[in-house]
């Protein structure tokens, strides 16, 4: 019997718009908390510092504004499970971008709620079947809104654990996409069906070659939660430091999932 062809995820519209627009808004929020010396401390993003830091995630919502003013593609051409392969050849530009911003606007809670109307009005009215001409490829507005919530969650993480004290939340539906979005992006990778990957309470996916499971408790599995997941899955955090740390579980012999990760940087 052939392998079970993989389905597509589909994102519900309305939620995804809802989702970004509430993590911005938690950033937004969160800015107006921060003085100069929390603005210019270090990110682990290498030399980026906090500022420049938001600067990205203001730029992160207002490309969908920007992508919705140009005129539209005739189709989509790249996927959300494509995406994350996509932006490594623009990671200098977009660093620019961000450093560049982050100069020219002292007044970082002014530019993240000027950045949060503007999404807002543009959402307001784009239909979801909307193409969008973006870095990476043209795109679905609703399949682009999802790659937001993967910047938008991952980069409050890298915010939260640069200043101190600060708990920047994550709104559930926001988490819950990107958490998904990436387990798709392994389960594609590592086609497969011998090892599971849990990410309660958000994702399951099966994943890498060898025998398949069918029923009761799978040979292969891993387990995690969904920011422990990202950190993996985004290069923050190392397969063996999770697993020192029992971040995360991992048993059977095609449970290690070193070689895979990151799927993202």
Known sequence: ???????TRTYDPARTRAAVLAQFGNVRQAVGA???????????LGDWTVRDLIAHLALTVASVGRALEQDEPAKPGLAPLDYPSATAAHADAIAADAQDLAGANPDLGALCARTEEDLTRHLATAPHTR????RAGAMALTDYLVTRTVELVVHTDDLNAAVPGLEVPYDRQALAAATRLLADVLAARAPGG??????PPYAVVQCVEGPRHTRGTPPNVVETDPLTWLRLATGRLAWTDALEAAQVG???ERADLSGLLPLMT
Not at 131 to 134: P, S
């Open 1 to 7: 019997m052939p392998p079970a062809k993989k389905r």
């Open 34 to 44: 921060l003085d100069e010396r929390h603005l210019a401390l270090p990110t682990r």
């Open 131 to 134: 193409v969008l001409a973006t």
């Open 194 to 199: 011998s090892t599971e990957v849990r990410i």
């Open 250 to 252: 991992a048993s059977g």
